[in-house]
């Protein structure tokens, strides 16, 4: 019986329509591929070859000069400092505050709990813009500091919400036995509830961790000083060269050498981290969206 | 809930109160969340009095004297603002017409996939620039566009001239286009994937049984099945209308594509930081955007209500 189906044309055969469609995906996969492979290889390839052949297969003339430039700026390591310190606080940070009110807000109700969660919704769609942002900034005293990249990222409403509805589906018995036994609230969240979400807390913990690491606009506007530098506006000076944001003293020591092999270099070097952990995390990627799809 | 109901109910304040204290732990998971909204979401938008007020740096945002609606008719009458609402609305509707349906295109290949390795690798693939900052992206693309880079390279070989694809008025937004849908259609596709999964596979063998071949059983099975998905995707997409994409913009931009690509976010960053700023009437071309933003959202989840029974939101 499943054998006759299979035969007359079942979902299981290869037909046309499975070859042009997978040739039609690949197509867009190597399109998508090939410019991230010609950047690792321009960049450690001689820029001579490069003006030669810019569209390379595989590199000849390999060198590594170019990461010897970028690694001898200072602005790099700072900059890599910068960033995993902005990432791993603000991680804890905005991640905490996230779930604490994930949890909260999935309780069954409490006195203002509508008008509170309002309040934070009402964010996700309206807010100051940017030039009350900066003067609140201003105000605090936290231009120049990595700080301010921290704390302005606290809640994050949309994954709180879909946290939230993750709260809520586990069973409201597990609560009850544990008050029975006369734990409080926080006990309930830290020791029930959290070890119950370990998956989707890690799924949101490496949203975070991206966000963090790829935050470039705020850290542009708000920091001045070059050894305060996150790696991606030490990125953006590099690629736009001795722009205004950049210290006098590192675009000079720039300015003669730029070619487009340390450019690339610095573009690799920034993507990196992203690079060789993204096809093994993939998975806790995806499974952001599968919860965010069922909640819609 | 319990609130209203204990406003009203004689003696129910008490309850209301116990109410309260029982929940002490509740609000104290609350506290650290809600102030930094307070401070962070809520404090700027205080300062939104700045598109009503001459500012003066000097007396502050309160102090700076009231001049009521002048920014926002100084604003109707700017010429380069008139271009960037121009560029905004051009740019977010091509978007709309041209990116949209890419990833539901996308979606519906990968679903129909049977090799299951490849289709791991290609999804690796596809959504991988997703996790890239524009700065990264732009990085890339601007080398590899370039007039020395890799693409003209091609086009020499191929005996055709060399173009200089990001100095090009009649290209730049096409390029737009082209480059959002590179770096962000494979992820957005992983939402359909998942709606089609969802279809009941019953659908697929009692239309196998009935001699439907795979167009057939993808238009009237598939796309039928993920239309609520397209929906609200579409509509969400259709409110955020003023947003054209300010990451892109700004970091593959140049003096010589302005005029076709200036739009409203990159220009209040342009007047605001590499000119003379004037806070006041910079933020209200802020509070322009963001009112119609808003409204927009407003019109856009009763159009989901509509359709699809709930709303997007409240």
């Known amino acids: 019986m499943i054998l006759t189906t299979k035969k007359q044309g079942g979902r299981n055969r290869i037909d046309a329509f499975d070859i042009v469609g997978c040739v039609v995906l690949i197509l867009f996969a190597l399109i998508i591929f090939y410019p991230f492979y010609n950047a690792v290889l321009t960049s450690i390839v001689t820029s001579k070859q490069y003006i030669l052949n810019p569209a390379m297969l595989y590199p000849r003339d390999v060198t590594l000069d170019n990461y010897r430039l970028i690694f001898e700026n200072p602005l790099i390591w700072s900059g890599y400092k910068n960033t995993l310190i902005v990432v791993a606080c603000g991680v804890v940070y905005g991640m905490g505050m996230t779930v604490c009110m994930a949890y909260a807000f999935s309780r069954k109700s409490f006195p203002g709990k509508r008008p509170l969660f309002l309040l934070v919704l009402f964010t996700m769609f309206f807010g100051g813009g940017l030039i009350p942002l900066y003067l609140l900034i201003k105000n605090m005293g936290l231009i120049n500091e990595l700080g301010a990249l921290i704390l302005i990222n606290g809640v994050v409403p949309y994954y709180m919400i879909i946290l939230k509805s993750g709260f809520e589906q586990i069973p409201e018995s597990l609560e009850e036995a544990a008050r029975i036994e006369g734990a409080n609230d926080i006990v309930i969240f830290a020791r029930v509830m959290l070890p119950l979400q370990m998956a989707m807390l890690a799924t949101f913990t490496l949203f975070i961790a991206v966000d963090r690491w790829n935050d470039w606009f705020l850290p542009m506007l708000f920091i001045k000083e070059g050894r305060k530098f996150t790696l991606q506006v030490v990125l953006r000076s590099i690629i736009y060269e001795a722009t205004s944001d950049v210290d006098a003293a590192s675009s000079a020591y720039y300015e003669n050498i730029f070619s487009d092999g340390i450019k690339i270099a610095a573009v690799v070097v920034t993507m990196l981290p992203i690079m060789c952990f993204y096809p093994f995390l993939q998975k806790h990627f995806v499974k952001g969206v599968l919860v965010g799809a069922v909640k819609m | ?314």
């Open chain 2, 1 to 314: 809930m319990n609130m209203t109901a204990g406003a009203v109910l004689p003696g129910s304040r008490r309850r209301f109160m116990r109410a309260v204290w029982d929940s002490r732990y509740i609000y104290l998971l609350l506290l650290p969340g809600i102030v930094s909204i307070l401070i962070f979401s809520y404090g700027p938008m205080y300062g939104l009095l700045l598109a009503f007020k001459k500012f003066n740096a000097g007396l502050g945002i309160l102090s700076s004297p009231w001049i009521g609606m002048a920014h926002f008719r100084r604003l109707l009458g700017t010429p380069d603002f008139a271009s960037a609402l121009r560029n905004t609305l051009i740019i977010s509707f091509s978007r709309l017409i041209i990116e949209f349906p890419i990833p539901i295109v996308l979606g519906v290949l990968l679903g129909e996939m049977k090799f299951q390795k490849t289709k791991r690798v290609l999804q690796t693939v596809f959504t991988f620039p997703h996790f890239l900052s524009w700065i990264i992206v732009s990085g890339i693309l601007i080398s590899f566009l370039d007039s020395n880079g890799p693409v003209n390279a091609i086009l020499a070989a191929l005996g055709r001239d060399k173009i200089n694809i990001l100095a090009n008025t009649k290209t730049f937004r096409g390029l737009l286009y082209a480059t959002s849908i590179w770096k962000g259609a494979g992820w957005s596709s992983i939402i359909y994937m998942t709606a089609i999964a969802g279809i009941d596979p019953q659908l697929y063998e009692a239309a196998v049984i009935d001699g439907a071949g795979r167009l057939r059983r993808i238009w009237h099975i598939t796309l039928p099945g993920i239309k609520p998905t397209i929906v609200v995707l579409f509509v969400l997409s259709a409110g955020r209308i003023m947003n054209a994409g300010f990451d892109q913009v700004f970091n593959l931009q140049n003096a010589v594509v302005r005029p076709v690509s200036e739009i409203i976010d990159t220009y209040v960053y342009r007047i605001t930081f590499e000119a003379v700023p004037d806070f006041g009437f910079s933020t209200a071309v802020g509070l322009f955007k963001s009112v119609i933003n808003f409204a927009l959202l407003l019109v856009t989840n009763r159009l989901v209500k509509a359709v699809n029974g709930s709303g997007l939101f409240v």
